[in-house]
């Protein structure tokens, strides 16, 4: 299925964009986060992430769907 | 109420203005200026980017929360994104209520709340090193 990805902070800067469509078939946000983690080599281990699907947070086994859009957030630091 | 990230410099005195009513004695407010060091070691700027959706959202369920919790009238809290430079101000919270009590702690719960839960990420600048995200070391083992 098609998952729209975003990207921020290191992030971003790792996987050198901001976004991207890819074609998966990892079924929730843990198994896409390993997938792209072992691709592109990020530095972060989801456990100091979170994950948000269609602008919310989720939970990291919540089920994924065509056309989701998931967000993996880095440690933030507003304020 | 409200929750905004703002690409624009935050002006203090107009969410004031915004916030400020006739049944309210009481006006509290935080600010967050960049400042020249972290850590020990000298800051030459930053850059704060945010997810603005979800920012926006969390941030306002963080607003709701204050309501609800504390006997306030109104809050605002306006984070800035992009450049800014020492001497910026990053961030304004401002909440009113009969009582100062409620107004402080209103106050002080959304900018916690706020550093802790909302999407929004800081890449400090230093004089003599690279550039690098907070809280997100870069070295981490894999």
């Not at chain 2, 941030?59 to 609800?68: D, H, P, T, V």
């Not at chain 2, 004089?127 to 997100?136: F, I, Q, R």
Request: net charge negative; aromatic share 10%.
């Amino acid at each position: 299925m098609k998952i729209s990805i975003e990207y921020f902070a290191l992030l971003k800067e790792q996987r050198g964009c901001s976004s991207e469509t890819i074609e998966t078939v990892a079924k929730s946000p843990a198994l896409l986060y390993s997938e792209l983690k072992s691709r592109y080599s990020f530095s972060l281990n989801p456990d100091s992430l979170k994950v948000a699907v269609n602008e919310d947070f989720a939970d990291w086994d919540s089920t994924l769907s065509d056309g989701d859009t998931v967000v993996f957030i880095p440690p933030v630091a507003g304020g | 109420m409200r929750f905004q990230i703002s690409e624009e410099p935050v002006q203090p005195d107009l969410l004031k203005g915004e916030i400020l009513n006739d049944v309210s004695g009481a006006f509290a407010s935080f600010e967050g200026w960049v400042r020249n060091h972290n850590d020990g070691k000298p800051v030459n700027g930053l850059e704060y980017s945010a997810y603005v959706p979800l920012a926006e959202k969390e941030g306002q369920r963080i607003i709701n929360e204050a309501f609800n919790h504390f006997d306030i009238e109104s809050a605002v809290c306006v984070h800035r994104v992009g450049e800014l430079r020492i001497g910026d101000i990053a961030v304004f919270v401002g909440a009113t209520a009969a009582h100062r009590s409620s107004a402080f702690e209103a106050c002080r719960y959304i900018i916690d709340e706020t550093k802790a839960r909302v999407p929004i990420w800081k890449r400090e600048r230093y004089l003599d090193g690279p550039a690098e995200w907070v809280n997100c070391p870069t070295n981490t083992p894999r």
